[in-house]
């Protein structure tokens, strides 16, 4: 029996999870058209057809063309959970009217901070599925939680390109790119993703110049490029940070981005940490956020404390700089079991391989 999945678009970090699905189920694949700042993946690698459709935006709500008629072609359905999809809406309630017909979601499931309506519409779309994949167990507790069945509620996490990763995992070496570039033995704390203001990474750098005006310096490197940084610039030029500080910008190389992560010492994200986390502890290095898990993204859940990394009381400077020192008073001097503790936590549960082995175990293909 077919799949058919039913996408917003295409991202290129979807790709490999994509991939293995191709080749495990006879997908046929329907992606809203890219217009996000995000890039797109290689249609090349599916086998399955592919159709793009067009996606009508309003009020805050969209609407894919063209997808309801699908119902009438397919009786398996993956789809993203998305409240705010009036097609989605549609799709659910149509369903219905097909007895044989099974439609999947993909979805964050609630976060706990929804208003009336918004939990509203996610519980009527939430319960009209058969299935949904959820990218942590937090939000699966809390469905639970708010009465949805738990039996069809199947935890998938998040993934990157694994395979390539512990490729280039298995030929990381201690470095001198720090030493290098700064001059100093100061420890190291990286951030990777784009420099916006919902990272809150001035807070980071504040943290840096209350630590350096209590003697203790830190070297910080940003990965990445976006509209905050010139704003972050004016911050470190205040703070006198300039020698601390390392705007290394947007980089696209995985063996460039790995060493940097590789011969950091912590991953500090401020604000939500997404698959930063993935990203970094996937080569060894560990990660503090924010405590506040109704505003963060699913990711946090790799985070485990003093382990994998930590988690500071939400926008609070201080406790930020508590747990910095903490780690690198406590953890750090355990940095080969700290590593470890990375790559087995992305290892058993953030990889495609993974993500592939609960589709199938879930997804029921049968009459």
């Known amino acids: 029996m077919k799949l058919c999945i039913i996408y917003n678009f295409a991202a290129h970090y979807r790709q490999n999870i994509f991939r293995l699905m191709d080749d495990s189920f006879d997908c046929e694949w329907y992606f809203g058209k890219n217009n996000q700042d ?32 699908l119902l009438g072609e397919y009786d398996r359905f993956l789809m993203l959970g998305d409240s705010r999809s009036v097609s989605t809406w549609l799709f659910l309630l149509f369903s219905k009217f097909y007895p044989r017909k099974k439609v999947y979601l993909w979805s964050h499931g609630i976060y706990g901070k929804e208003s009336k309506i918004e939990m509203f519409l996610k519980t009527f779309i939430f319960k009209l599925a058969d299935g949904i994949f959820l990218y942590n167990n937090y939000a699966r507790k809390l469905m639970i939680k708010n009465g949805f069945e738990a039996n069809k509620l199947f935890v998938i996490h998040n993934s990157l390109n694994h395979n390539e990763q512990l490729q280039i995992r298995g030929k990381l070496k201690i470095s001198d790119v720090y030493k290098a570039h700064f001059g100093n033995e100061n420890p190291n704390i990286v951030f990777l993703g784009r420099l916006t203001k919902v990272k809150k990474l001035d807070m980071l750098l504040e943290a840096i110049r209350i630590l350096k005006e209590k003697g203790n310096s830190f070297n910080v490197t940003f990965i ?36 940097l992560i590789y011969n950091a010492d912590l991953c500090v994200a401020p604000g939500n940490v997404g698959l930063t986390a993935i990203h970094t502890m996937v080569f060894g290095t560990p990660v503090i956020t924010h ?38 008073r406590f953890n750090n001097v355990h940095r080969h079991d700290i590593i470890e503790e990375c790559y087995k936590e992305i290892d058993n549960y953030w990889t495609p391989e993974f993500q592939i082995e609960v589709l199938k175990k879930h997804i029921d293909l049968y009459e």
């Open 38 to 69: 995000i890039v797109k993946m290689d249609y090349s690698v599916l086998k399955g057809s592919i159709t793009e459709v067009d996606t009508v935006r309003f009020a805050g709500l969209t609407f894919q063309r063209k997808i309801l008629k």
């Open 224 to 259: 990445g490029d976006g509209v905050d940084q010139e704003f972050l610039k004016l911050k470190v030029n205040d703070w006198n940070l300039e020698y601390n500080v390392w705007f290394y910008g947007a980089c696209y190389d995985e063996w460039t981005i790995a060493n």
């Open 291 to 328: 405590n506040n898990f109704e505003r963060q993204m699913p990711e946090f859940e790799a985070i485990i404390p003093f382990k994998t990394g930590n988690f500071f009381d939400y926008g609070n400077v201080y406790s930020l700089v508590e747990k910095i020192e903490e780690w690198f």
